[in-house]
Each structure stands twice: as C-alpha cells, then as structure tokens.
C-alpha cells in the first residue's frame, strides 16, 4: 500500500504535468496497474457504512439488559453527586452550628460580653 504523498504525487504527475501512466510507473518503480488505480481514483475518503443493530441469537430476550446495566450506571453517578453534595451540606451546616454556639450561646449562658478585638471565631 502506497503512503499518501506518493499518492500525491502520482495524481499531480497524472493529472497537472500530463505524464502518461507507463511513465509514472518507470519512473517511480511500481507496477503499471497500481499506478492506473491510483492515478484515476477521484476520491479516496473510504465509506461510511451505516452501524448495524448487533443481533444477539443466543442472549434472545435478554439483548435488552444492556440497557438496564447502562441507566444503573448513571444512576449511581447521579447518587454519587447526591451524595457529595450532601456532604457539603453537611459540612456547612456543622460549621455554623458551632460558630452559633461559639459566639451566641455560650456568650449568654456564662454571661460573657464581647470586648472589643475579642470574638471566639
């Protein structure tokens, strides 16, 4: 199989310079047919064929647990993000639960007044 370039080149020899085929192949040493096949090919970008549903013969009613596999993966990702979030939460919510009692109970309970430059935080 030929690389690129030397299909490249092939088809400017061919086509701009106007070089004929057997002379393309004697100067570039290849075979006569290759050099035809290159040369007169006007596009090279391969097929696309479209995808195929697979057929599963031996699975039978089962072809469709791929699809309950992928929505529990994505479930589990959703509840994973839940749960991450609760943490977060969580975190923020303990973390104002003890600057409240830091500088609000406590305060009041032992009598303490707030001086001026002195805080609990």
């Known amino acids: ?19 004929s085929i057997s002379y393309i192949a004697k100067t570039l040493q ?8 290159y040369a007169e090919k006007y596009n090279w970008t391969p097929l696309e064929k479209p995808l195929e549903e ?10 469709s647990m791929t699809f309950i596999r992928y929505t529990f993966i994505e479930k589990l990702k ?7 979030l609760l943490v977060g939460i969580s975190t923020l919510i303990i973390g104002y ?11 009041k309970q032992f009598n303490i007044e707030e001086s001026e430059g002195e805080s609990f935080n």
């Open 54 to 63: 697979r057929r599963y013969p031996v699975l039978g009613m089962f072809s």
């Open 30 to 37: 290849l075979n006569r047919r290759t050099v035809t096949k």
């Open 1 to 19: 199989m030929l690389k690129m370039a030397q299909i490249e080149y092939i088809k400017h020899l061919y086509e701009v310079e106007g070089k």
């Open 78 to 84: 959703i509840s994973l993000t839940y749960k991450a």
């Open 97 to 107: 639960f003890i600057y409240f009692l830091l500088n609000v109970i406590l305060p």
